[in-house]
């Protein structure tokens, strides 16, 4: 792949996709080359799994490319605390040899510098998880812990499938329903505990029931279930930062943006901008 002089890399993690964005200069223009490899959550990932996706992405870039890189800024879920930092930053300085500049933020700061700068507004992360906070004049003040897609994560594609997968194994989901989940799905009961409490990845093998759900959305069951989730994530985070304007972030909140509309609307809640990955306003920073 032709260089393009890429010093800088901008990166935005979650736990279904990374987002790398290699940002450099040809003919005197900027120029962003856009990679996607597999997601990177420092929470519940090992070591060698995040490894093996920066061997991924080496692959895709190509080895002279990644050695021009000098500045990185990563944003990723997982990031809750210092305690996270020394392993990604290990492992970015093995992938990365020549930066000698690597900024390590968690999603919700990616987000929110993505949707608002140096303004201000509620910020809502909707993807396979979820996450929100109060952003004011560039610094988060105020962030209502999501608590993980066992704890918490309402209002995000895992917390829909947990809620699917609850009503499957107790037989609550109908039988309609029930039968076009069978013909897509290899579900038993087995599979699903084995998924979500041994697989390196649960949050993702819940979310990844969301596309079933909204090729469905015109079930009254499926409608109520979609309604639910959504209406948690309002009352349990969003209506709390008495600010009525909010910003959303992620491929599922887009795709739920006339439920939260509608339902946010019996909350005097206003969302003001949807972007499908924080990278397409992170690039431009």
């Not at 061997?55 to 944003?75: A, C, H, K, P, W």
């Not at 959303?248 to 439920?259: I, K, P, Q, T, Y």
Request: with cysteine.
């Amino acid at each position: 792949m032709a260089s393009i002089n890429a010093k800088r890399v901008v990166v935005d993690s979650g736990a279904t996709k990374t987002d790398w964005c290699f940002i450099g200069e040809k003919d005197g223009e900027k120029i962003c080359k856009s990679f996607v490899t597999e997601g990177i959550n420092l929470a519940i990932m090992k070591r060698e799994d995040i490894v093996k996706v920066m061997e991924n992405l080496t692959s895709q870039v190509g080895r002279e490319m990644i050695e021009e890189v000098e500045e990185i800024d990563f944003y990723g879920a997982g990031i809750v605390s210092q305690n996270a930092a020394p392993a990604i930053r290990s492992i970015l300085r093995d992938a990365f040899p020549h930066a000698w500049k690597i900024s390590l933020s968690s999603d919700i700061v990616g987000a929110a510098r993505a949707l608002f700068g140096g303004g201000s507004g509620v910020v809502a992360i909707m993807g396979t998880g979820s996450n929100s906070c109060m952003y004011q004049n560039g610094s988060i003040t105020r962030n209502i812990c999501p608590g993980g897609f066992i704890l918490g994560d309402e209002g995000s594609g895992a917390a829909l499938g947990r809620m699917l997968l609850s009503d499957y194994i107790k037989g609550l989901v109908p039988e309609d329903l029930k039968k076009d989940l069978d013909e897509n799905f290899d579900l038993n009961y087995s599979k699903i505990v084995t998924m979500v409490y041994q697989s390196a990845a649960p949050s993702r093998f819940l979310a990844s029931f969301a596309k079933f759900l909204f090729e469905h959305k015109e079930n009254e069951y499926v409608s109520n279930l979609i309604d639910s989730n959504i209406r948690a994530f309002i009352e349990r985070s969003l209506s709390r930062y008495e600010c009525s304007e909010i910003g959303v972030v992620g491929s599922f909140g887009v795709a739920c943006r006339e439920n939260l509309e509608r339902i946010g609307a019996e909350y005097g809640l206003h969302f003001v901008k949807f972007l499908k990955s924080p990278i397409e306003g992170l690039k431009n920073l």
